[in-house]
């Protein structure tokens, strides 16, 4: 499975933005999806993801601002990103799995498939 993220940009702090993550050939249906994001100098951590039954979760830091879906064709994963803040810039990055479970969202090893990155700037 090969995936693509897209939809980074520059943002004023405060604005949106929605990546997208998509899968070249095939649907993402029944697939775990996660985002992950790593940020100069530091790790790469876990932003939000849900299971291909649905279960999701995501991290303290982005509840309330950063929502994860799927289309209805279930071909791309979106993650819409609001009231951005500058600690949000970082290098995001989406992650698939067809056999995650809800309680291996947060791992990054748990995951087979990687898209590239896409790099949000949230300026202050």
């Known amino acids: 499975v090969q995936l693509q993220a897209f939809g980074g940009g520059l943002v004023q702090t405060g604005g949106s933005l929605r990546l997208s993550c998509a899968a070249s050939g095939r649907s993402l249906n029944a697939y775990a999806v996660g985002w992950f994001r790593q940020a100069a100098g530091k790790e790469r951590e876990f932003v939000a993801g849900?299971?291909?039954?649905?279960?999701?979760a995501s991290a303290d830091s982005v509840k309330g601002r950063f929502t994860i879906s799927r289309d209805t064709a279930k071909t791309t994963v979106y993650l819409q990103m609001n009231d951005l803040k500058p600690e949000d810039t970082a290098v995001y990055y989406c992650a698939a799995d067809r056999y995650l479970i809800a309680s291996s969202l947060r791992t990054q090893s748990a995951n087979d498939y990687w898209g590239q990155g896409t790099l949000v700037t949230v300026s202050s």
């Open positions: 849900f299971t291909g039954r649905g279960a999701s």
